[in-house]
T-cell receptor, first 114, second 110 residues
Framework: EPEVTQTPSHQVTQMGQEVILRCVPI?????FYWYRQILGQKVEFLVS????????KSEIFDDQFSVERPDGSNFTLKIRSTKLEDSAMYFC????????????FGPGTRLTVT | QKEVEQNSGPLSVPEGAIASLNCTYS??????FFWYRQYSGKSPELIMS????GDKEDGRFTAQLNKASQYVSLLIRDSQPSDSATYLC??????????FGTGTRLTVIP
């Protein structure tokens, strides 16, 4: 069964550094999402992406964040200058166009900013 | 301000019993609802989706939706210790992203 994959599983970085989190969505899916979950808190929407552009973004997704689909398979989230409060699990999700919008999540990347 | 409310628990049930998980939402225009299971340290795993009023059954799981009361529930029959997890209620927004509740932690006691 196809799955969303994410790399790395754990990323440790120093405050102010740039990080890139990578995702490979399910191959026939066309809508892609990033969510994050701070430890002990709820899952929060960051951004959605369709047809090579951002569809929607939350208040969390400020100018420090960007997304890209550099090729036909990868979907990346970049944080330009990480802050301590960016420490969280970051989940990529995808869904098929015209489906019931069931979103399937990847295993996540644990980002630790020190 | 969208709200999805869940009792944080923990909810403890004996093995073999029915676990009942509840969720209310504030946006009356919401049409699509989802239950995810999240084991500690893992990602959300889709269990059920429901779009119409009434019940939807899948194996040991039954989702119930009442749009008039803005209420969604998940029943787990014949609960197993492996069902012990946090159950997340999620509502699809008009922008087609998911708005999650804080989750209910379920413990099934052998």
């Amino acid at each position: 069964e196809p799955e969303v994959t994410q790399t790395p599983s754990h990323q440790v970085t120093q405050m102010g550094q740039e990080v890139i989190l990578r995702c490979v969505p399910i191959s026939n899916h066309l809508y892609f999402y990033w969510y994050r979950q701070i430890l002990g808190q709820k899952v929060e929407f960051l951004v959605s992406f369709y047809n090579n552009e951002i569809s929607e973004k939350s208040e969390i997704f400020d100018d420090q964040f960007s997304v890209e689909r550099p090729d036909g398979s990868n979907f990346t989230l970049k944080i330009r200058s990480t802050k301590l409060e960016d420490s969280a699990m970051y989940f990529c999700a995808s869904t098929r166009q015209g489906s019931s919008y069931e979103q399937y999540f990847g295993p996540g990347t644990r980002l630790t900013v020190t | 301000q969208k709200e999805v409310e869940q009792n944080s628990g923990p909810l403890s049930v004996p093995e073999g019993a029915i676990a009942s998980l509840n969720c209310t939402y504030s946006d009356r225009g919401s049409q699509s609802f989802f239950w995810y299971r999240q084991y500690s340290g893992k990602s959300p795993e889709l269990i059920m989706s429901i779009y119409s009023n009434g019940d939807k059954e899948d194996g040991r799981f039954t989702a119930q939706l009442n749009k008039a009361s803005q209420y969604v529930s998940l029943l787990i029959r014949d609960s197993q210790p492996s069902d012990s997890a946090t159950y997340l209620c999620a509502v699809l927004t008009g922008a087609n992203n998911l708005f999650f509740g804080t989750g209910t932690r379920l413990t099934v006691i052998p």
